[in-house]
């Protein structure tokens, strides 16, 4: 049977009649923009996460401009930033003219390497934005230390990670800003763009409140040159339906990995990430030669809570392309988050050459990168097509 890499109305239809509920409640009161429903829903993200403070806002990309706004950085200022992820990360801090500098990765995590993170840092550098990429965190310890240590500021880049959890803290919480995005195809996912900024700190929340509507309070009078980054009512409303059954979302995206992880692992040639490696690529390349590994699995630490945005294997020996043109042959979706790096973008060419050096794991990582599907509502069948496809490539 055809698998797809995600299906947003497997998740949406059945909540079909409470959505249009919410949508008719809105249409009424006629409050489309900064409505009840949006304090509403604001108050609910900052329960869940425990965060102070939650605005919402526009997307996940404005999150982050508006927190690198609150924090007023200015152009030539230097943002440390993964050369592995998504554009939106640098994207926000080149629109503001500073300008990205790029750490190298974590070939188990995906996440910023805090070692390389340290060389990096100059006179200029101002933040370190880490990003909890594919649904886990950072390693936040060692570089909330390493912020300190420079007096810095930490933004958390937590767009595909609301609910994961570090040591016990919540993705987002843990530094001055955390930014959430509620793009359709995240694990709370909305209809249309998008996100939330939430932090601890009273003055910078309210800071950020004002920014948020073209830096006017009251209304009509400007003290600061803001932005418009609001989230429309409609959103918050249709995403306060959802957010009340997140725990279970997650909870069966956690059922599906566990159910790869078991099961990919018995086949030959596929061996799960061993984290006590993570700081020694050589280390890991000799153990992963010993077991003949043809696909890495990839791994939740057991200090983390995984919440599994991305399942993202590892294909090894320049193979990726050829697993993902038999997965596309069996119909089974798949995708590559991300075939270049941030570093290697043509609009960053111009860069110094110090900000895009030093990042050969992200190069090594985006050339094996190959995610398949992990949704919460991908039925055990469909799970087993994907496994049964891959048990076919590798043997």
């Given amino acids: 049977m055809p698998v797809p890499l995600l299906d947003v109305n497997a998740q949406n239809h059945p909540l079909e009649s409470e959505l249009q509920a919410a949508f008719t409640q809105v249409l009424k009161h006629g409050r489309f923009i900064m409505g009840p429903e949006m304090e509403t829903f604001e108050k609910e993200i900052a329960t869940m996460t425990g965060a102070k403070h939650a605005l919402s806002v526009s997307s996940g990309t404005d999150a982050l401009l508006l927190a ?16 592995f992820t998504f554009f939106a990360t640098a994207g926000a801090v080149s629109r503001l003219g500073a300008v990205p500098v790029f750490t190298d990765v974590c070939p188990i995590c995906f996440n910023m390497d805090v070692n390389d993170a340290r060389k990096k840092i100059t006179a200029k550098t101002k933040v370190i934005m880490p990003v909890h990429l594919f649904g886990q965190c950072a390693d936040m310890d060692p570089i909330l230390a390493l912020a300190k240590e420079h007096g810095l500021k930490v933004i958390e880049d937590t767009a595909q990670s609301i609910g994961a959890q570090y040591k016990g803290r919540q993705a987002g919480t843990m530094s001055e800003f955390g930014t959430y995005s509620f793009f359709p195809s995240k694990n709370l996912g909305g209809f249309g763009d998008s996100g939330m900024l939430v932090t601890n700190d009273d003055e910078m929340a309210e800071y950020a409140r004002v920014l948020r509507v073209h830096g006017g309070k009251p209304k009509y009078y400007h003290h600061y040159v803001g932005g418009n980054f609001r989230m429309d009512t409609l959103q918050c409303a249709l995403l306060s339906v959802k957010v009340k ?151």
Avoid at 68 to 83: R, S, T, W, Y
Avoid at 292 to 321: C, M
């Fill in 245 to 395: 059954r997140y725990a279970q979302y997650t909870a069966d995206r956690q059922r599906n990995a566990t159910h790869y992880i078991t099961e990919l692992s018995k086949l030959n040639g596929v061996v799960q990430a061993n984290p006590a490696h993570c700081k020694c690529v050589a280390t890991q390349d000799t153990w992963l030669a010993a077991q003949n590994a043809k696909i890495v699995l990839p791994v939740s630490y057991e200090h983390n809570s995984h919440i599994w945005n991305q399942f993202t294997l590892r294909v090894l020996g320049g193979k990726r392309d050829a697993l993902r043109d038999h997965l596309v042959a069996k119909k089974i979706g798949c995708d590559i988050y991300y075939p270049v790096t941030l570093d290697q973008q043509k609009c960053f060419a111009n860069l110094p050459a110090s900000s895009l050096s030093g990042c050969d794991v992200s190069h090594r990582v985006a050339g094996e990168v190959l995610s398949i599907p992990i949704y919460g509502e991908l039925t055990e069948a469909q799970r087993n097509e994907v496994i049964a496809a891959i048990a076919e490539w590798v043997a």
């Fill in 68 to 83: 690198l706004m609150a924090l007023n950085i200015q152009p030539g200022d230097e943002v440390l930033c993964p050369a």
